[in-house]
């Protein structure tokens, strides 16, 4: 997937990464009504390892029931799950995660010498998790459930119900529960309210044994400032502080100074980010019925991707070179997930671009698919 991606960095019409289109600092300042003097008092000193302080109570504040002295903030959130698992995981420790997902979310467990056990996503299941089918995975040697809540690549978001059924379930078999909850703060609804935590609405049941991730940096379109951050129990959270300590330490003032004033305007974000992704799911909607006879396709409710399915036996590793090579437009190869049948598709670009590059899309189909090859 990263050899797809950074060949695809550079191109105009690149709906193959997962964050919004990205901000330059000028105009990021400019959305939020800052200028340059913000930065005039930052400290090119080493900044607290969990975080400033400053930008921990602002993410406090996008949850119910968490205190700063839960949160560690981290460079991406790729080292808040590396710390995790590397402090809770031992060996042949089992731990259940929905397939596909993000790669971090097995590749690390593995590394370590977990058993991993797949909850395969089904299209009879409209690709959606089945809980029942989660809760029969569950043996006495499962440690961690993971969670992924928006779904990427799939798009779909769990309901509070769905969540707090997981959390007993968890409860029930004595497991630590993990929701990586990157793409929190873009529900695909008209209301203003960010999507539920995992964390806030399971703390109570699960005490000790519930942990999140959480991110702004796809939300928002500032995914160079690579900030993320673990919500975790004291015990656990000193554990993860001591293992970063070795890794990378810190983050810099500046990007910790960037998340802070992101979070402290993520109204204003959020509501640009949000106009521009329902504006291109209409006109993704629009295409995908145009074009059943090719694509399967199930609508996301959170986050900024969606992974619709070619029909036809179509090879999408084939279609996505064509469409690459042909119309200079990149789409993520399903195979990125192993799974060969799909493509994800960005909907977190400038809409004009959005709509032109799945124009080409469109046209990629239309030479791609001979008619009589459908049936
Ligand atoms: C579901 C999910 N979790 C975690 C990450 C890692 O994020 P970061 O870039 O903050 O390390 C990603 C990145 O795409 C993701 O999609």
């Not at 060996?91 to 590749?107: G, R, T």
């Not at 119900?161 to 008209?190: C, S």
């Not at 959020?270 to 521009?276: A, L, P």
């Amino acid at each position: 997937m990263e050899d797809w991606l950074n060949d695809s960095r550079d191109l105009k019409y690149n709906l193959s990464s997962s964050g919004c289109e990205d901000f330059y600092l000028k105009d990021f300042l400019k959305l939020i009504n800052e200028d340059w003097s913000v930065f005039d008092t930052i400290y090119l000193g080493d900044n607290d390892t969990l975080g400033s302080l400053q930008l921990r109570q602002e993410i406090a504040k996008s949850y119910s029931q968490v205190n700063v002295n839960e949160i560690m903030v981290a460079n991406g959130t790729s080292e808040a799950l590396f710390c995790l698992f590397n402090e809770l995981l031992d060996k042949d420790d089992e731990v259940i995660v929905p397939f596909p997902a993000f790669q971090c979310l097995y590749e690390i467990p593995k590394s370590i010498g977990c058993k991993l056990k797949y909850l395969n996503l089904l299209e009879c299941d409209q690709w959606r998790l089945d809980i029942d089918k989660l809760e029969n995975m569950i043996s006495d040697k499962t440690k961690l459930i993971i969670i992924n809540n928006p779904h990427n690549p799939f798009g779909w978001t769990l309901s509070d119900n769905e969540i707090i059924r997981i959390a007993k379930i968890a409860k029930k078999h004595n497991t630590y529960l993990l929701f990586d909850e990157h793409y929190r703060f873009l529900p695909l609804t008209e209301d203003s309210k960010i999507i539920s935590s995992g964390y806030d609405l399971c703390k109570n049941i699960l005490e000790d044994h519930v942990f999140a991730t959480g991110s702004i940096i796809k939300c928002f379109g500032i995914v160079g400032i690579r900030i993320g951050w673990l919500l975790s129990n004291q015990h656990m959270l000193n554990l993860c502080r001591d293992y970063k300590d070795y890794i990378t330490h810190t983050i810099p003032e500046i990007t910790d100074c960037i998340a802070y004033l992101a979070l402290k305007n993520k109204e204003i974000i959020i509501s640009v980010m949000k106009k521009r992704i329902i504006a291109n799911l209409k006109y993704l909607n629009e295409i995908m019925s145009r074009n059943q006879h090719v694509f399967e396709y199930k609508k996301p409710t959170g986050g900024i991707v969606c992974f619709p399915k070619l029909k036809n036996s179509i090879n999408t590793n084939d279609f996505c070179e064509h469409l690459l090579k042909k119309y200079k437009v990149s789409v993520l190869p399903g195979s990125s997930f192993e799974i060969k049948d799909h493509i994800r598709i960005n909907i977190g670009v400038e809409p004009l671009k959005f709509q032109y590059a799945m124009d080409l899309v469109e046209k990629c189909v239309d030479d791609f698919i001979k008619p009589e090859s459908i049936v």
